[in-house]
């Protein structure tokens, strides 16, 4: 066989590869599926915008490959679990795990912040609460998913990106199409974060322990309480490293429950985080408006997921 017969051959071979390889992939409507219909295996996922929503705008254009009829952005691997690395960490997570959230974060101009206490020798970075609550919505309201459970996700991975060009994927990307886009994205990201802990949480240890630790934390939280309380009803997963930066308590300690009845916080003894969370509420105009003539349980569990409810 001729040099050239060999080169279409395995050309054919190729895309042959990648039509069966994206004929396995199945959808994920954060707004609509359940999230255990996503299994906790390896495999490989393709975030796409749904019609009619764009990336924020850096005054770069962007070109899109589609997949599906749907704009693609980001391709990505999971080496142990699609829930978990998916779900939990690109929906729901914070941009300290997550290089999708990251960029996308980026792009809408957030500022970042150092991921915990080590930022001087791990380098991560996240956005803060309220930030990263309002791109858990964004990405949940603008974006599917696909997946695809198999256990060659790193070769798998490399095909979709050469396939699809995702604007988002920085790594291993070399198309010169969006070269432009993913150089300023990598600037923005690469950005120095302003200091959250400084002379607050990072220099913070045990012997301050009741000194108001949590307080700075809860007030970054309180808008997104409010809006639970709204809600009647919300159950939201808090940012275990914030807390554990500022007073690393053992696990159970962090956990309270608030009964609260028009407005008033009672007073948790034993528990930092409660008094604290309590010191904020009081002070809350909006809070004493929103909680009058109402019996309010704002508890956290072991699992750090803050519930609010309004009976």
Request: net charge positive.
């Amino acid at each position: 066989m001729s040099a050239i017969k060999v080169l279409v051959s395995e050309r054919k071979s190729i895309i042959l590869e990648k039509k069966m390889i994206m004929n396995e992939f199945q959808v994920f409507d954060p707004l609509k599926d359940d999230v255990n219909t996503v299994p906790a295996l390896s495999g490989n996922y393709i975030f796409a915008l749904r019609k009619n929503s764009r990336l924020p705008d850096i005054g770069i254009p962007v070109t899109y490959t589609k997949f599906r009829d749907y704009d693609v952005i980001y391709v990505g691997l999971a080496s142990n679990s699609l829930k978990d690395r998916d779900i939990k960490k690109h929906f729901n997570g914070n941009a300290g795990g997550s290089t999708l959230r990251k960029s996308l974060g980026c792009l809408f101009g957030y500022n970042l912040i150092p991921r915990d206490s080590h930022y001087n020798s791990n380098g991560k970075t996240k956005f803060n609460v309220t930030d990263e609550s309002k791109l858990s919505d964004w990405i949940k309201t603008n974006l599917i998913m696909f997946y695809y459970p198999n256990k060659e996700f790193d070769s798998v991975e490399s095909l979709l990106i050469q396939a699809l060009n995702p604007p988002l994927n920085l790594d291993k990307n070399h198309n010169v199409i969006n070269s432009e886009f993913r150089k300023h994205l990598t600037k923005l990201r690469n950005s120095k974060p302003n200091y959250y802990y400084n002379n607050t949480i990072e220099n913070s240890n045990q012997n301050n322990l009741g000194k108001e630790l949590y307080v700075k934390i809860w007030k970054g939280y309180l808008p997104i309480i409010l809006s639970a309380i709204k809600c009647k009803q919300k159950t939201m997963t808090l940012d275990r490293s914030l807390f554990e930066s500022a007073g690393n308590r053992k696990n159970s300690g962090y956990s309270f429950r608030l009964d609260i009845v028009n407005g008033i916080v009672p007073r948790k003894s034993g528990s930092a985080v409660a008094r604290d969370l309590k010191k904020v509420l009081d002070k809350s105009i909006d809070f004493k408006t929103l909680a009058n003539k109402k019996s309010i349980t704002i508890s956290l569990n072991t699992n750090f997921e803050l519930i609010v409810q309004v009976i």
